[in-house]
């Protein structure tokens, strides 16, 4: 695998190892630039349907990138709507342990998460970081200096960074942007994010909190050096499912109800587009019975959620504008 790029990238000090409704599309079609996919279906027909209309094909040892959610927490991607995809890649379901207590902070505890939400035995899974962690350089280097990731990152030649798109408690939103950022990260990795290049280990819990923009800057930064990592972006996909879509990320064991109808899937090689493209359907959707989109508008805008989206945008990574094509009707 081809790290970094063409220009120069910061490594770190050490190496260790318009009003729309929820039947329409948002305006974002309207605009050009980077294509993103969707479908209104979510099977895991309609999934591997969207893998292939990226027209880029995964190969060689395949990494699915997912969260497989906090004990108690019923909104996570269920193995039964990703095996289809899974299963057409060969891929290996790829995880990292958490920053903050909970039942996966652990290894013990996050393998028996694993197990309890069907992941084992349906799928391979790696805790990527269960035998250590190492840097990776950012080419933004604003807040954090370097990405701690999961050792075994190295292992793998591809990724597909397939997110359960939501709110988040801290970040606003969660999509494919966090999912490589956060989601990749080890636990000290996460605590770097987190703390805006602050704290790069987690000692009992990581505080230093208050930098809540460079916060959502590391998010893009860090995101920024998995996408690098894959050459270039050449060797990752991102696809986002907008379903069971609550104000709380999966890492949250208790979370909101879910007010929001299931939407869809989208995909994109853009993630920056990717994420604006799923906001977009949130902010532009017209609030019916049973489908309240206000509380997750809310979330995003008192957590300057789209911050992460912009600074990703302002540093290379992609493009907000997009031309969404929907897929139902080839």
Sequence with gaps: MLVGGAIALSGCATNTAKTADNNTEPTG???KGSTVYLTREITPEALVKIYNALGRKAEGKV????????????????????????????????????????KRMTFDDHWQTIK???????????????????????????????DIVGNHLKNYDFMINLAHFKGHPMGGLGGVLKNASIGVASANGKANIHT?????V???????????????????????????????GKKVIYIAVMNNMTVDCDCVATPEPVKLKDYGILASLDPVALDKACVDIIFNMTPSEGNDNQPLIERINRQHGIHTIEWAEEIGLGSTNYTLVNIDAK
């Design 202 to 232: 987690v000692e009992g819990m990581w505080g230093h909190v208050e930098n809540q923009d460079g916060f959502l800057e590391s998010m893009a930064a860090a995101a920024q050096a998995v996408h690098n990592y894959f050459d270039n």
């Design 29 to 31: 079609s309207e605009k």
């Design 63 to 102: 990494a699915v990138k997912i969260s497989t959610g906090e004990a108690g927490n019923p909104n996570y991607l269920k193995p039964e709507l990703i095996k289809l995809l899974v299963d057409e890649v060969n891929g290996t379901i790829v995880e990292c342990n958490t920053a903050y207590g909970g």
């Design 116 to 146: 309890d939400h069907g992941f084992l035995p349906t799928f391979k899974v790696d805790l990527m970081d269960e035998e250590g962690e190492f840097k990776i350089p950012v080419q933004d280097s604003t807040n954090i200096k370097c």
């Design 196 to 200: 805006a290049g602050y704290q790069q």
